[in-house]
T-cell receptor, first 112, second 116 residues
Framework: AQSVTQPDIHITVSEGASLELRCNYS??????LFWYVQSPGQGLQLLLKYFSGDTLVQGIKGFEAEFKRSQSSFNLRKPSVHWSDAAEYFC??????????FGKGTRLHILP | GAVVSQHPSRVICKSGTSVKIECRSLDFQATTMFWYRQFPKQSLMLMATSNEGSKATYEQGVEKDKFLINHASLTLSTLTVTSAHPEDSSFYICSARYGGANNEQFFGPGTRLTVL
C-alpha cells in the first residue's frame, strides 16, 4: 500500500534562508507525487506535482522539488523563504486511481 | 486556479443531531468530489469519493450510514453527519476534480465541526 512519510513535524528557518522539506514515499510503481500548502482558513493549494519526465519539478511561489527514485524521496526546496511561506506543507502520493495519500504534514515557521 | 467553497466554515451542534456540509465548485463542473477528514496535527484521511449521479465509494472503516454523501449535480456535493457524537468532531475538507485521475483536485477551505 502507498504511504508517505514527512519526518519533520516542525521546521523553523530565518527569513531569507533556504528551505528543504523532506518527503519519503512507499509505492511499488512510479508514483504521482504532490506537494500542497495549507494556510489557516485557506484550502489546500497545489504547489507542484510530478507525474513523469524531468525529475526536477518547478512549482508556484518559487518552490521546486526533486524526485529521486533510488531514495524514494520527493523533497521540497526553496532558495529563499519569505514570512508569507509560514504554513503547513503536505506531501502526497497518488497511484493513478482516485486516491491521494497524504503525509502528516510539516509546519514551517519563519523567524524574522 | 478553480475555486471550491464549503459551507458552513464552522458548526457547533449537540450530540445526536445531524449536520450537513456543502461543497461547491464555483467555476467548473466537478465530475468527482472527495471528502476528507483531518484530525489536529494529523494528515488528511480520505473518507469517500463521489461521482456525480452515482453512489459514493467509501474508504474502509468509514460508516456510510453515518456519513451520507450526495453528489446530485456537477457543482454540489453534501456530506451529512448523522446522529453526530463528540468523536465526530473534526475538520472536514472536500475537494473537486474535473475529468480523470491525472487532473488536479481543488480543495475547499474546510469545515470545523464541534459536537458537544
Amino acid at each position: 500500500a502507498q504511504s508517505v512519510t514527512q519526518p519533520d513535524i516542525h521546521i523553523t528557518v530565518s527569513e531569507g534562508a533556504s528551505l528543504e522539506l523532506r518527503c519519503n514515499y512507499s509505492y511499488g510503481a512510479t508514483p504521482y507525487l504532490f506537494w500542497y500548502v495549507q494556510s489557516p482558513g485557506q484550502g489546500l493549494q497545489l504547489l507542484l506535482k510530478y507525474f513523469s519526465g524531468d525529475t526536477l519539478v518547478q512549482g508556484i511561489k518559487g518552490f521546486e522539488a526533486e524526485f529521486k527514485r533510488s531514495q524514494s524521496s520527493f523533497n521540497l526546496r526553496k532558495p529563499s523563504v519569505h514570512w508569507s511561506d509560514a504554513a503547513e506543507y503536505f506531501c502526497a502520493v497518488g497511484a493513478g486511481d482516485d486516491k491521494i495519500i497524504f503525509g502528516k504534514g510539516t509546519r514551517l515557521h519563519i523567524l524574522p | 486556479g478553480a475555486v471550491v467553497s464549503q459551507h458552513p466554515s464552522r458548526v457547533i451542534c449537540k450530540s445526536g443531531t445531524s449536520v450537513k456540509i456543502e461543497c461547491r465548485s464555483l467555476d467548473f463542473q466537478a465530475t468527482t468530489m472527495f471528502w476528507y477528514r483531518q484530525f489536529p496535527k494529523q494528515s488528511l484521511m480520505l473518507m469517500a469519493t463521489s461521482n456525480e449521479g452515482s453512489k459514493a465509494t467509501y474508504e474502509q472503516g468509514v460508516e456510510k450510514d453515518k456519513f451520507l454523501i450526495n453528489h446530485a449535480s456537477l457543482t454540489l456535493s453534501t456530506l451529512t453527519v448523522t446522529s453526530a457524537h463528540p468523536e465526530d468532531s473534526s475538520f472536514y475538507i472536500c475537494s473537486a476534480r474535473y475529468g480523470g485521475a491525472n487532473n488536479e483536485q481543488f480543495f475547499g477551505p474546510g469545515t470545523r465541526l464541534t459536537v458537544l
